[in-house]
C-alpha cells in the first residue's frame, strides 16, 4: 500500500526552532522566529521519491536490554553511560547491522546516507516511491519518516538565577566559578560556534578535570574542507570536539562546510550554556557587560545541523538531527541542549524517539517550548526531555518619547536621547516598487530614503526582526525610529540594541502617538536617553508557547520549567551578521540552554543522578513567585502552569531537592501505550500485562489529568538523596472545586531509600470544561520543599470512544461514569444501512498509489458514492472480512461537475479497516486499494457506505432521559430489531445534559 500510519502519525509537520527575538541578525528580534525539526511521524498520505529515516524493529544499542539469546544486554544502569566501545556493544551493534543488511537488500537500489544504532535503530536513504511503499510493508520495519526541514526556534541571568557572588551556586557547590561545571561535558545541536569568541577560547591548563574528561571522551574535531582557519575551526580544550551534517541541505552559498557558525544562532545557545566568564560582549561598538555561561568550566561539543537558509532562516532536517544525536551519545556528552521545536500533536518523531533513548543511556535534554504564544501550541510533549519556556529576567532599559503637542508615551529603549525631530510612519513613505504593507513593517530596502531623511520613523511590529526594521530605518537616512504594537498581537517591549534611537511601545502606548499623528499636519517628537529601570521578574514572554499539551491528551503537563529568554546577550556569529560577534536575543531557544547548563552544574555535583532525578530537581525546587513575591506574570494577568510548568528555576536549591521522582524507559514505553502512539510500532508491548499505563500514572514531577470525570488516585514515588533520614509531612493546596488527600500523610526515608504515595482527587463543585489547578508539597523539618502542581479538566462524562452489537435483533450497553449531578439526555443519529459494493481485486503490487492520477487496475477499483447534503458518509473495510495479512487502503477523492476528481480524504493504516469521513452535499469517487495479500492471492473486496442525518428509527434507547451523580456510573442501552439479515448498520447516540449542549458523541456499529 502507499501510506502506512505509524504511531503518532497523524498529520506531516513542519518543525521550527525556537528563536523569538535576536538583535543583529534577521533571525533576531523576530517573534517566535524557528529553526530545526524532528522528521515527524506522519508519513505522506503516498510515498514519494524522497529522503526517508528507516526505523527498524530492534531497540537501539542504547536501551537494549538483553533479550536475545547469546547477547548481553547494553542498555546503561541507572546513574551509567553507555559505553560505546564496550564489547557486548559492539557485538549487539554487528548483530543490528546484519539485520539492517537483510533489509536493505530488499531495496539494493536505495542510496543509504547514514545508518543508526546507539539511540535509533534504522538508516536514511534516498528511495523511490515503491521502495518506499516496499519497505513500509517489511517484517522488521517499525518505520518510516519523511526527512523534513525544520527552523530554529546573558549579561545579567547568571546573577538574577544566583549562580554569582559568595553565596552563589558557583561559590558553594563550586569553591569558585572557575570550576563551575567541570567534569561535564554539554552537547549543542545547532549552528555551529564562532572559535575565536571569547565565549569559546581555552581553558587555563592544568584542568583538575582532564582525567573524568578523558574517561569518557570518544569523540572528535571535524575541523572542516577547506583548510582556511577563517572558514574552518579548530577544537581546544574548552570546545573539545565538533561535528556537521549538511546531507540534504539547501544553504546560502556563503555557509562554511564546518562546525564554524555563519548564522549565529548556535553561538548564542552554546555560550549560554558552557560559555566562558567574564568575556567582554562588545555591541554595536559598546561594551555591555561581561558575559557567562550557566557551567562556565564544562567542556562543549558541537553539532551544526542548522544552516543558513536562502530564506534568512536557519535550516535543518531530522536525519542529520538524528545522526547528531547519535553521535553525541557515542561521543560521551552528558548534557544535550537542543533549542529546536517539534511537533505538539506528536509525541513519538523520529527525533523524540532519538532522544528518548539518549535519555535511556544517561544524557540530560533540555528542549525548547516554541515560540507560539499561549493557547496548546507546546512543542516536545514528551517526559524524557525537559520543555522549558522562557520569560524575563528583570534586566530592562526604559525611555520616553515626548510628542509635540507634550503628550509623552514611555516605552523600551536604550541609547542615546534624539532631539525634536518630524514625525512619519512608515507605510506613508513607502520606496517605489515596495509594497506598503512591506514597508508598514520596514522591510530591508522599502523606504524612500527622500522621505525619511531626518525623520523619526513609526514602524510597526511584527514578521521581520526588529533590530532589522531599525536597520532600514537607518539606511533610508531616518534618525530615529519609534516601534509600537498592535492591538491584538504581542504586547512584549524589549530593549534592543537598535541601528537608530528607538523606543518600543505597546498598542496602548503607542495608541497616542497615532491619534496625535491624526490630528497634526506636523507632527515632531523627541527621545530621552535610555534609563535602566528594573523590572518585576520572571514575566512569562509574551511568544513562549504554553499548554495543555495536545499529544498525549492534556495528562502530562507541558512546558516543565520556565528559564530567562528574554534579552539573553550571548556569542554571535559575525560573518553573517553584519561582524556581530556578540546579539542580544529572546526566544524559548534562549531558556533552554539556561536549563542545559544549569542540568550540567548538577550533574557535575552528582554525577550518579539520572537525567530524570536531575530534572526532578529542577522542577520541585521552582517557584512560581516573581521578585516581588507576588505570583508570575503573564500579559498583566497571573500566569498558570500551563505557561511556567513547575515554575522559574531556582538553580540553588536543585543540588539538595531532598527528594526526587525517577523513571526509566520502561515508564516511558509503557506511557506512550498508554496514550495510544505505540500500538502499532510496539504491539506485543503495549499488550503485556503491565506495560500499558494510564499516562496520569507515569511517576512525575507533576499531575494532569486531561478528562476528569470521577474521583482519580494516582500513585507517585519518591526517593531520598538526600544524606540523612527525614520525615517527610504532605501539604496540599487542592485544585480549586476539587478535594484531594495524600496517603500516607507522612514519609520516613533513609538516604536512597524510596516510598510510593497516592493522591486522590475527588470533583465537588469545579466548573466542567475548565482547567483548574493546585499542588501538593513534601516537607521536612531540614528546610527542603518538594513542590508538585496539580492540574485537571473536570469532563461531564467518561464513554467507551465506539461500541458494536451483532444479530437482526438485540442490544448494546453504553456504559459511562458521570462526572456531574443532573439530567443526561441520549438521542440518536441512524442506524444507517450499510451498502456494500463488491470489487474484485488481484495481483497486490505493494507500490505507491498514484494520488495525482488515480486509475483502475487490477489490484485498484473505484467505487461511486453520493452523500446527500445534510448528511456525513462513512466508507470503511474490516480486517475481520479478510485472510490475516491482506492489506487494503482507501482513496476518496470529489467527483466535480465536468467529471474531474479532487482529492479527498485517505486511509491507510496497516492491515485492512479502513474509515473515511465524507462531508455531504457531494459525489465521491473512492479507489479501493489491494496493496497486500497472503501469497498474492485475488481478495474480494467489500467497501462499506453509509449516509448518516437524523434518527432512522430504528435504534431505541433506554433510558432516553436519566439524573446523574458525580462520580456515578450509568448506562444506555441501545436496542435494535427487524434489522436485514447479512448487513452492516451505523450510528451515533449523542449525550447532552439538562440544557441540551452536547457532552459526548458514541458511535455503534451493528452487524447482522
Known amino acids: 500500500m502507499s501510506s502506512k500510519m505509524f504511531p503518532g502519525r497523524r498529520s506531516p509537520a513542519t518543525l521550527s526552532i525556537a528563536t523569538a527575538v535576536i538583535t543583529t541578525a534577521a533571525f533576531l528580534s523576530v517573534p517566535g522566529a524557528a529553526a530545526a525539526g524532528e522528521g515527524t511521524s506522519t508519513p505522506p498520505t503516498t510515498y514519494t521519491a524522497g529522503r526517508y529515516i528507516v526505523e527498524l524493529e530492534q531497540a537501539p544499542a542504547s536501551s537494549y536490554e538483553g533479550d536475545v539469546a547469546g547477547l548481553s544486554a547494553t542498555q546503561p544502569k541507572d546513574g551509567d553511560r553507555l559505553n560505546p566501545d564496550g564489547f557486548a556493544v559492539k557485538r549487539y551493534r554487528n548483530y543490528l547491522a546484519a539485520l539492517r543488511n537483510d533489509v536493505l537488500a530488499i531495496v539494493p537500489g536505495a542510496e543509504v546516507s547514514r545508518t543508526y544504532d546507539t539511540v535509533f535503530n534504522g538508516f536514511t536513504a534516498e528511495l523511490s516511491a515503491s521502495e518506499a511503499a516496499t519497505l513500509a510493508k517489511t517484517k522488521g520495519v517499525k518505520g518510516i519518516y519523511p526527512d523534513e526541514e525544520f527552523e530554529d526556534d546573558t549579561v545579567t541571568t547568571p546573577d538574577f538565577l544566583g549562580l554569582t557572588g559568595s553565596n552563589g551556586v558557583w561559590q558553594k557547590q563550586y569553591q569558585g566559578v572557575e570550576h563551575a561545571g567541570e567534569g561535564v561535558i554539554v552537547g549543542v ?11 569559546f577560547g581555552a581553558l587555563p591548563e592544568p584542568r583538575p578535570d582532564q582525567a573524568i574528561i578523558d574517561a569518557k ?133 523520529a527525533v523524540q524517539t532519538a532522544y528518548f533513548n539518549a535519555a535511556a543511556a544517561g544524557v540530560f535534554v533540555a528542549n525548547s517550548a516554541g515560540n507560539d504564544g499561549p493557547g496548546s501550541t507546546v512543542n516536545h510533549n514528551t517526559p524524557w526531555t525537559t520543555t522549558v519556556a522562557a520569560s524575563t529576567h528583570g534586566r530592562a532599559y526604559s525611555t520616553t518619547l515626548t510628542l509635540g503637542n507634550g503628550v509623552t508615551a514611555v516605552g523600551a529603549g536604550r541609547g542615546s ?7 512619519v510612519q512608515s507605510k506613508d513613505i513607502a520606496k517605489a516598487g515596495s509594497s506598503v504593507a512591506e514597508a508598514n513593517l520596514c522591510f530591508l530596502g522599502t523606504l524612500d530614503p527622500a522621505k525619511a531623511a531626518g525623520k523619526l520613523v513609526v514602524c510597526q511590529r511584527g514578521t521581520n526582526a526588529r533590530t532589522d526594521k531599525s536597520q532600514e530605518v537607518k539606511n533610508a537616512g531616518g534618525v530615529g525610529m519609534i516601534l509600537r504594537n498592535i492591538v491584538g498581537g504581542g504586547q512584549d517591549i524589549a530593549s534592543d540594541f537598535h541601528a537608530v534611537p528607538s523606543v518600543h511601545l505597546t498598542a496602548a502606548e503607542a495608541q497616542k502617538v497615532l491619534d496625535y499623528l491624526a490630528g497634526s499636519a506636523t507632527p515632531t517628537g523627541a527621545l530621552a536617553p535610555g534609563v535602566y529601570a528594573p523590572d518585576r521578574a520572571p514575566t512569562m514572554a509574551d511568544f513562549s508557547s504554553a499548554g495543555p499539551a495536545i499529544a498525549g491528551g492534556g495528562d502530562l503537563l507541558k512546558p516543565d520549567i520556565t528559564a530567562p529568554g528574554v534579552d539573553v546577550i550571548a556569542a554571535y556569529a559575525p560573518a553573517g551578521n553584519g561582524g556581530a560577534n556578540f546579539a542580544s536575543a529572546q526566544g524559548t531557544s534562549m531558556s533552554s540552554p539556561h536549563i542545559a547548563g544549569i542540568a550540567a552544574l548538577v550533574k557535575g555535583k552528582h554525577p550518579d ?38 515554575g522559574h528555576v531556582r538553580p540553588s536549591l536543585a543540588f539538595d531537592p531532598g527528594l526526587v521522582y525517577n523513571s526509566d524507559q520502561d515508564d516511558w514505553l509503557a506511557w506512550g501505550c498508554g496514550i495510544g502512539e505505540l500500538q502499532v510500532k510496539f504491539p506485543d508491548v503495549c499488550a503485556q500485562d503491565g506495560n500499558t499505563i494510564d499516562p496520569t500514572q507515569l511517576n512525575y514531577p507533576s499531575v494532569s489529568i486531561g478528562n476528569f470525570v470521577k474521583a482519580e488516585t494516582v500513585t507517585r514515588t519518591v526517593t531520598n538523596v538526600g544524606k540523612s533520614t527525614s520525615t517527610y509531612f504532605a501539604v496540599t ?8 488527600t495524600i496517603s500516607p500523610t507522612s514519609l520516613v526515608l533513609r538516604p536512597g531509600q524510596s516510598a510510593s504515595f497516592k493522591i486522590t482527587i475527588t470533583r465537588t463543585d469545579a466548573a466542567l470544561g475548565v482547567w483548574t489547578s493546585g499542588s501538593y508539597t513534601w516537607k521536612d523539618l531540614s528546610g527542603h520543599v518538594v513542590r508538585s502542581p496539580v492540574v485537571l479538566k473536570p469532563g461531564a462524562v467518561a464513554t467507551p470512544k465506539e461500541v458494536a452489537g451483532k444479530g437482526v435483533t438485540g442490544s448494546v450497553a453504553i456504559n459511562g461514569v458521570s462526572g456531574y449531578a443532573g439530567q443526561l439526555n441520549a438521542s440518536v443519529i441512524g442506524l444507517g444501512l450499510d451498502n456494500t459494493s463488491h470489487v474484485a481485486l488481484s495481483n497486490p503490487q505493494s507500490e505507491g498509489f498514484p494520488t495525482n492520477a488515480p486509475v483502475e487496475s487490477d489490484h485498484t477499483k473505484k467505487v461511486e458514492v453520493t452523500v446527500p447534503a445534510g448528511k456525513t458518509g462513512l466508507v470503511d473495510t474490516f480486517d475481520n472480512e479478510y485472510e490475516t495479512g491482506t492489506d487494503i ?11 474531474s476528481l479532487t482529492a479527498g480524504p485517505t486511509s491507510g493504516s496497516e492491515g485492512a479497516t479502513e474509515h473515511v469521513s465524507l462531508p455531504g452535499g457531494a459525489t465521491y469517487v473512492v479507489f479501493v486499494d489491494l496493496f497486500d495479500s497472503p501469497r498474492g492471492e485475488p481478495v474480494d473486496g467489500k467497501l462499506h457506505a453509509v449516509s448518516l442525518g437524523g434518527n432512522e428509527g430504528n435504534l431505541s434507547l433506554s433510558p432516553a432521559s436519566q439524573y446523574v451523580t458525580v462520580d456515578k456510573a450509568f448506562t444506555v442501552t441501545g436496542s435494535w430489531t427487524g434489522l436485514l439479515a447479512g448487513r452492516r448498520y451505523y450510528g451515533v447516540v449523542v449525550l447532552t445534559d439538562g440544557t441540551g449542549a452536547e457532552i459526548a458523541r458514541v458511535p455503534v456499529t451493528v452487524t447482522t
Open 417 to 423: 536621547g534624539l532631539p525634536s525631530s518630524p514625525i
Open 889 to 899: 487502503d482507501l482513496y476518496a477523492y470529489v467527483k466535480n461537475a465536468d467529471g
Open 189 to 199: 545541536i545547532d549552528s555551529g560556534y564562532v572559535p575565536e569568541n571569547g565565549a
Open 609 to 646: 543522578w539520572t537525567p530524570m532525578m536531575v530534572k526532578s530537581a529542577l522542577m520541585t525546587t521552582a517557584t512560581t513567585l516573581d521578585n516581588q513575591g507576588k505570583p508570575i506574570q503573564r500579559a498583566g494577568h497571573d500566569a498558570t502552569v500551563f505557561d511556567y510548568g513547575s
Open 733 to 740: 493546596e487542592a485544585p480549586k472545586g476539587t478535594k484531594m
Open 217 to 349: 571522551w570518544n569523540g572528535t574535531c571535524q575541523t572542516g574542507t577547506t583548510g582556511d582557519p577563517t572558514k574552518d575551526v579548530a577544537c581546544n580544550n574548552k570546545v573539545i570536539g565538533a561535528r556537521w551534517y549538511k546531507n540534504n541541505v539547501t544553504a546560502v552559498p556563503e555557509e562554511f562546510d564546518s562546525p564554524r557558525d555563519y548564522h549565529g544562532h548556535g553561538s548564542h545557545t552554546a555560550s549560554t550554556a558552557a560559555g566562558n566568564n567574564g568575556v567582554d560582549a562588545i555591541i554595536g561598538g559598546q561594551n555591555v557587560g561581561k558575559i557567562s555561561g550557566m557551567a562556565p568550566a564544562a567542556r562543549l561539543a558541537i553539532y551544526k545541523v542548522c544552516w543558513r537558509r536562502p530564506t534568512g532562516n536557519c535550516g535543518a532536517n531530522a536525519a542529520n538531527s538524528v545522526a547528531a544525536i547519535e553521535d553525541a551519545v557515542n561521543d560521551g556528552v552528558d548534557v544535550i541542549n537542543f533549542s529546536i521545536s517539534g511537533s505538539n500533536t506528536v509525541a513519538f518523531t
